[in-house]
């Protein structure tokens, strides 16, 4: 939004129609490739997505084992919970969630993991950037953290809000910003 | 047009009985050739012009005939002749290098030099690239590398092992294991770059089992990825015999993993003159995921 309104002022010199049609693709524009919590979604699209998932077949398993390694590596003892679902669930069949790689349902709910993950985002994602997703959600479902604001100041971060299909990321990038989110909220014990 | 003469070394087969020599033996040996060859005439009108020696070098000197030409197997047609004479083995086990020089009209106009790798019997060639990617033990690393050409390729016999290498007594192993989270190239650079971790982590990578003397070690990149590399020598007991191994490593810090990439030979004049093939092989190293 807040890039929304930055483009607006800009524009609001130069030709009305331009800046219509400039505020609409803007408006398209930052909702493609968001990774959610559920705080927008209603229980009706909660309950169409958990119908509509499926098993992983273990494909999440390793990244759940590493992601507590790793936060337990810098003396992070999140609570593990009782009941952990992971799973693929075609997001982009259902209206309302169509732009989003994963969404996490366990937040501020340390009984429970629930994450659903884009198959199709999947598919295409390379390592580094199935660990960032991971991680995100994660970080979102056990660690409780939120989003970051969507500014320039946090690109690049782990908890960004958007991850567009396009992006380059490498595991060294991953690596960092994974570092970086447990430098800026946890201290080593 | 003259023949490119031939070489005899005879005197370096009697002179040797120790099992090491020092270039201060060289330097004796080098004096006794000369005295013995020094203005002889080698034939086609060659003469010697005696023996000296610099550092592991014997340097032999000749005076050539005006009409004497080079041809240009020369360097080939000497190895063979050494191999032939049976000498080539003693500068490999000594690790001796020998230089030939040519004067005509008292200008040099010709070297040869010949170092212990190049009378070797072993292949320096490496074959294509074997990649390990989905292999039951890589623990999910892709990586590519190229084994030497002629050398048996086995799976590992431990858990860790992925790959081996096998030429004789001499092996080049793939280990994988697993680091205990992930390290950025950037942490691990900076952490290696300082002396006295580098150290540390040389000595634990040796490791206590067994009877290791840590020869060297240094930090460098293997495609990119910040690595340690390892000379050492192993003294250790197999089913009652001492066993002593001669190994170079390099242990690789990828993402979560630790991949030491370690070769080893059994006798010391084997492990020099394969020294540049382990290089190369390492070398050859590709971890193709970074380049996506």
């Known amino acids: ?189 | 047009m003259k023949k490119f003469p031939l070489l005899i070394s005879l005197f370096f087969c009697i002179y040797i009985s120790a099992q090491n020599i020092s270039e201060n033996d060289l330097k004796k040996l080098a004096f006794s050739i000369n005295k013995k060859i020094i203005g002889k005439d080698m034939g086609n009108g060659v003469v010697s012009l005696g023996c000296t020696s610099i550092g592991r070098t014997l340097l032999y000197k000749y005076k050539v005939p005006t009409n004497w030409v080079d041809l240009p197997e020369g360097k080939a047609r000497l190895i063979n002749d050494l191999k032939v004479r049976g000498v080539a083995k003693s500068y490999i086990s000594y690790n001796i290098n020998v230089s030939y020089y040519y004067y005509k009209n008292n200008k040099l106009i010709k070297t040869i030099n010949i170092n212990p790798s190049d009378l070797s019997n072993y292949n320096y060639e490496l074959g294509k690239h074997l990649s390990i990617k989905k292999h039951p033990k890589s623990k999910g690393v892709n990586l590519k590398i190229r084994p030497p050409k002629d050398w048996e390729i086995k799976e590992g016999n431990r858990p860790n092992i992925v790959k081996k290498f096998l030429k004789d007594d001499n092996t080049y192993l793939i280990v994988i294991k697993n680091l205990p989270t992930f390290f950025s190239r950037k942490h691990m650079k900076e952490a290696l770059k300082d002396k006295a971790t580098l150290g540390e982590f040389a000595k634990e990578i040796i490791g206590k089992e067994h009877k290791s003397e840590l020869l060297s070690h240094s930090y460098v990149n293997v495609d990119n990825y910040p690595a340690i590399f390892i000379k050492q020598k192993t003294s250790m007991e197999r089913l009652g015999f001492k066993i002593t191994q001669y190994m170079s490593s390099w242990s690789v810090f990828y993402e979560d993993k630790l991949i030491t990439l370690m070769a080893s030979s059994s006798s010391e004049a084997d492990f020099n003159n394969l020294l540049n093939l382990y290089f190369l092989i390492t070398n050859s190293l590709v971890f193709p995921e970074q380049y996506d």
């Open chain 1, 1 to 189: 939004m807040i890039r929304l309104f930055t483009f607006i002022w800009q524009l609001r010199k130069s030709n009305f129609t331009k800046a219509l049609i400039t505020i609409h693709y803007l408006f398209i524009i930052s909702f493609i490739s968001n990774c959610k919590k559920n705080e927008n979604i209603d229980i009706e699209l909660i309950n169409k997505i958990r119908l509509n998932s499926y098993d992983d077949e273990g494909e999440f398993d390793i990244y759940l084992e590493k992601f507590y390694r790793d936060m337990n590596f810098y003396g992070v003892y999140p609570q593990k919970p009782k009941k952990t679902i992971i799973k693929f669930s075609k997001l982009d069949e259902l209206k309302g969630t169509t732009h989003i790689h994963g969404l996490s349902l366990g937040y501020n709910n340390d009984e429970l993991i629930e994450i659903y993950i884009n198959p199709s985002t999947w598919k295409k994602f390379n390592k580094p950037l199935k660990y960032w997703l991971m991680y995100h959600e994660l970080s979102h479902d056990v660690l409780n953290l939120e989003d970051l604001e969507q500014s320039t100041i946090n690109d690049g971060k782990l908890m960004f809000p958007n991850l567009e299909s396009y992006e380059k990321k490498t595991m060294e990038e991953f690596i960092e910003s994974y570092l970086n989110l447990i430098e800026l909220n946890f201290k080593k014990q």
